[in-house]
């Protein structure tokens, strides 16, 4: 299996007055060649929020909040094409897809929490209109959901898989909790993005070959593909993270402000000069970090190149990830596979 180089390589249960409605779920823009997939796509985004419908309404309004916040469905969507090649996109096969989207949807929502965020996909966190404890607690209920479906497959392989993933998950999560901000090892951040992020990546890409008979070494090679193109996608985004110029709709920063050693903070840490290193350390011992700041950790970024290494980074993954692909025997699902790991690294917000 695949692992990452070492260096260098209380509150109302409505939604307040004035709310907006939902904006339906993000698609991957630029995308048209996923035209071909979209029947499967609609059933898919059906399914995903009516498996969230209870007789608890505090329940369904906030999973039914970030499932419909605009997420990219990026993950259930290798799922679906990791079983294309392989046979046919039957209902077992979505639901594997579900079970994607509700273990990663459960991170979010707990990831929300433990940082303290106030915003999620552009609009209001769930955590901020409902409060800490629903926002765990219906988490947690994701998490259920998804193991109860897995365990309806009836596939001792993919539910193994799917336990060490979501393990895997956990430990990314504490690894980034515990880190201290005075540290800026490569090998760590690669670890933690390889557990948090692109592990579940690989999963999806995998399952859905397992479940429509793929072999060992075509299963393998989705799980590379999957890894190396989640790799890229979280240094994408912790690039995204520092760039006004292509981070749209988003506030840039929030990284920095949560104290987050991404990658380009650590190659900033390594090249800034010695003054710029030592106001860059008073700027992270501050008791908050402002706009003014983020600002300035931003343009020395640019002056040193930080934010198009990282890109350069994950443009090497995305290399890796489309070197995997070459044992797929469906030339269409190739394709589908390789343009989605070029989307990853031309995506803006």
Same mark, same amino acid.
């Given at each position: 299996?695949?692992?990452?180089?070492?260096?260098?390589?209380?509150?109302?249960?409505?939604?307040?007055?004035?709310?907006?409605?939902?904006?339906?779920?993000?698609?991957?823009?630029?995308?048209?060649?996923?035209?071909?997939?979209?029947?499967?796509?609609?059933?898919?985004?059906?399914?995903?929020?009516?498996?969230?419908?209870?007789?608890?309404?505090?329940?369904?309004?906030?999973?039914?909040?970030?499932?419909?916040?605009?997420?990219?469905?990026?993950?259930?969507?290798?799922?679906?094409?990791?079983?294309?090649?392989?046979?046919?996109?039957?209902?077992?096969? @979505? #639901?594997?897809?579900?079970?994607?989207?509700?273990?990663? !949807? =459960?991170? /979010?929502?707990?990831?929300?929490?433990?940082? +303290? *965020?106030?915003?999620?996909?552009?609009?209001?966190?769930?955590?901020?209109?409902?409060?800490?404890?629903?926002?765990?607690?219906?988490?947690?209920?994701?998490?259920?959901?998804?193991?109860?479906?897995?365990?309806?497959?009836?596939?001792?392989?993919?539910?193994?898989?799917?336990?060490?993933?979501?393990?895997?998950?956990?430990?990314?999560?504490?690894?980034?909790?515990?880190?201290?901000?005075?540290?800026?090892? @490569? #090998?760590?951040?690669?670890?933690?993005?390889?557990?948090? !992020? =692109?592990? /579940?990546?690989?999963?999806?890409?995998?399952? +859905? *070959?397992?479940?429509?008979?793929?072999?060992?070494?075509?299963?393998?090679?989705?799980?590379?593909?999957?890894?190396?193109?989640?790799?890229?996608?979280?240094?994408?985004?912790?690039?995204?993270?520092?760039?006004?110029?292509?981070?749209?709709?988003?506030?840039?920063?929030?990284?920095?402000?949560?104290?987050?050693?991404?990658?380009?903070?650590?190659?900033?840490?390594?090249?800034?000069?010695?003054?710029?290193?030592?106001?860059?350390?008073?700027?992270?011992?501050?008791?908050?970090?402002?706009? /003014?700041?983020?600002?300035?950790?931003?343009?020395?970024?640019?002056?040193?190149?930080?934010?198009?290494?990282?890109?350069?980074?994950?443009?090497?993954?995305?290399?890796?990830?489309?070197?995997?692909?070459?044992?797929?025997?469906?030339?269409?699902?190739?394709?589908?596979?390789?343009?989605?790991?070029?989307?990853?690294?031309?995506?803006?917000?």
């Amino acid at each position: 299996m695949y692992s990452p180089p070492s260096a260098p390589s209380s509150k109302s249960e409505g939604l307040p007055s004035g709310t907006p409605s939902h904006p339906p779920p993000v698609k991957l823009q630029g995308t048209a060649f996923l035209t071909q997939l979209e029947q499967e796509l609609k059933e898919l985004e059906a399914l995903i929020l009516q498996d969230v419908q209870t007789d608890i309404p505090l329940l369904t309004r906030v999973a039914e909040h970030i499932l419909r916040s605009g997420g990219k469905r990026l993950r259930p969507l290798l799922v679906l094409l990791g079983a294309r090649s392989f046979g046919t996109l039957d209902l077992p096969i @979505l #639901q594997a897809a579900q079970v994607v989207e509700y273990l990663h !949807t =459960a991170t /979010l929502l707990h990831d929300d929490v433990v940082d +303290g *965020a106030d915003m999620r996909r552009s609009q209001q966190a769930a955590r901020t209109i409902w409060g800490n404890e629903a926002s765990v607690l219906v988490g947690d209920y994701l998490l259920a959901l998804a193991f109860r479906m897995l365990t309806g497959l009836r596939n001792p392989e993919v539910l193994q898989l799917m336990s060490h993933t979501t393990r895997l998950m956990a430990r990314g999560e504490l690894l980034q909790l515990t880190r201290s901000y005075r540290q800026h090892d @490569l #090998q760590e951040y690669l670890d933690i993005i390889h557990y948090k !992020t =692109a592990s /579940l990546f690989g999963a999806a890409a995998r399952m +859905g *070959a397992l479940l429509n008979g793929a072999g060992t070494a075509q299963a393998d090679a989705l799980f590379n593909y999957g890894v190396a193109l989640g790799m890229a996608f979280q240094m994408v985004d912790d690039a995204l993270d520092y760039s006004e110029e292509l981070n749209i709709g988003k506030p840039i920063g929030t990284d920095l402000q949560e104290r987050k050693i991404t990658l380009p903070l650590s190659h900033l840490m390594e090249h800034a000069s010695p003054a710029e290193r030592k106001e860059l350390e008073q700027i992270l011992e501050l008791p908050e970090i402002g706009q /003014l700041e983020i600002r300035k950790v931003a343009a020395w970024m640019r002056q040193h190149g930080s934010i198009e290494h990282t890109l350069e980074s994950a443009r090497n993954y995305v290399l890796q990830a489309q070197a995997e692909l070459s044992v797929l025997p469906d030339e269409g699902t190739r394709t589908l596979l390789h343009e989605i790991a070029d989307y990853v690294v031309r995506r803006t917000f």
